[in-house]
């Protein structure tokens, strides 16, 4: 079981808007702002998108955006696209002795 | 450009030592986290341990398996999981921490090997 909550699957129409969560605790996300998104595609490496909560990654469009409310994270996908199908994974420092910790991922389904 | 890549046995039996090595190319491995995430098949991410300058640091819940070493004159860093069971079956990453132009955080990693499978079976 991962550290971090986040659904297991989530789906969009092009052209529109998802939010993928990601829910933690006052020991990790709650605690400190280092938060960040990991775009996965089959059998490749993840690949970083957002760090500090809401920055984007050079080269990452502005259709991706970050946040945070408490205990949870939040990635904001707009203006969905076709290959923006693929799981995407939270990560939060949790502090010196655990370091990090990560969610078990979200499969974006672009209908 | 820098690159990583993974290296070491495919299959591992139980109860024996995982060993593999993360070879650094087009780069120095010194000033830098150096971190070793795993992902069993089908499933999320975990993140096994960090060699730096300043030492190491490893995941509580791996902790009393795992050694991780760098070889800085190879430009490589190894990993050694002993006592291992089916459950270390996973993909291997190494990765580096993330750098900007002025600054590197190391608790996001922005340069990943592209993962090599270690089954452990007899």
């Known amino acids: 079981q991962s550290a971090l909550t986040q659904p297991r699957s989530v789906s969009g129409s092009p052209g529109q808007s998802v939010t993928i969560s990601c829910t933690g605790t006052n020991s990790d996300v709650g605690r400190y702002n280092f938060v960040s998104w990991y775009q996965q595609y089959p059998n490749k490496a993840p690949k970083l998108m957002i760090y500090d909560v809401n920055k984007r990654s050079s080269g990452v469009p502005d259709r991706f955006s970050g946040s945070k409310s408490g205990d949870t994270a939040s990635l904001t996908i707009s203006g969905l696209q076709a290959d923006d199908e693929a799981v995407y994974y939270c990560c939060s420092y949790a502090g010196s002795f655990t370091f990090v910790v990560f969610g078990g991922g979200t499969r974006l389904t672009v209908l | 450009q820098v690159q990583l890549q993974e290296s070491g046995p495919g299959l591992v039996k139980p109860s024996e030592t995982l060993s593999l090595t993360c070879t650094v190319s087009g780069g120095s491995v010194k000033n830098y986290y150096w971190n070793w995430i795993r992902q069993p098949p089908g499933k999320g991410l975990e993140w096994i341990g960090y060699?730096?300058?300043?030492?190491?640091n490893y995941n509580p819940s791996l902790k009393s398996r795992v050694s991780i070493s760098i070889d800085t004159s190879n430009h490589h860093f190894s990993l050694r999981l002993n006592s291992v069971t089916a459950a270390d079956t996973a993909i291997y990453y190494c990765a580096r921490e993330s750098c900007s132009s002025s600054s590197c955080s190391p608790w996001y990693f922005d340069l990943w090997g592209r993962g090599t499978l270690v089954s452990v079976s007899s």
């Open positions: 060699i730096s300058d300043t030492g190491t």
